[in-house]
């Protein structure tokens, strides 16, 4: 699949790169996308809640009526869940949410997720370029030349660049990553996929194992 290369204008270039085939040209494995993505959404997770249960609160254990007869459920002391301001049961402990995935399944997945954003037309690659300083105003530009404002917009370096990453820093709609870093789920929840000229090469890199 050939794609046009075009400048931070917007205009093209003259120029076209070929994308691998054996990375945006596959057939989509719609479960490794669903585990790689619930992977990401599960690292993201505090895991920090947590409640007092009976044997943690403190308060008296004396017995505060009849086992039976009273009319209502047997409770023990004033700790007991059945009351008001008691302990909970089997309430949320602090843990960790992760859990693990082979490297060729999270392999396959960002192939995937790349398959579909090629499937959609919804790859833009651009030669490479640096900002002089970090202003959001040219960032906002260089997404009006291209025309991809007002849509959610990943952008892919090859390396960390702090001028381009601090402009889009406070664009809700624009997320600048480096070819290292990409996963799946950036990848999905992007419009539009904008990749530099080398960056393709480093994801070819990456991926192709």
């Known amino acids: ?39 990401y959404l599960a690292n993201q997770r505090q895991g920090t809640a947590k409640t007092k249960e ?85 960032f906002v530009n260089i997404a009006k030349n291209l025309k991809v404002d007002g849509r959610k917009t990943l952008l892919v370096l090859p390396e960390v660049n702090k001028n381009v990453y601090l402009s889009a820093r406070n664009l809700q709609q624009a997320e600048v990553m480096t070819a290292s870093t990409l996963n799946t789920y950036k990848v999905l929840n992007a419009d539009v996929l904008i990749v530099t000229e080398n960056s393709l090469k480093a994801i070819d890199e990456i991926l192709i194992k």
């Open 54 to 138: 009976r044997s943690e609160l403190s308060g008296s254990t004396r017995k505060l009526g009849r086992q039976k007869g009273g009319g209502g459920a047997r409770r023990g002391d004033i700790n007991s869940p059945v009351l008001v301001g008691g302990a909970r049961v089997f309430g949320p402990k602090p843990r960790d949410y992760g859990f693990k995935l082979n490297k060729k399944v999270k392999q396959l997945a960002r192939k995937s997720a790349l398959s579909y954003k090629a499937q959609e037309n919804s790859i833009l690659v651009v030669e490479d370029f640096n900002l002089d300083a970090p202003k959001t105003k040219d």
């Open 1 to 39: 699949m050939e794609v046009s290369v075009l400048n931070i204008n917007g205009q093209e270039t003259g120029r076209k790169v070929t994308l691998n085939e054996s990375i945006f040209g596959i057939e989509p494995n719609d479960h490794v996308l669903y585990l790689d993505v619930k992977q």
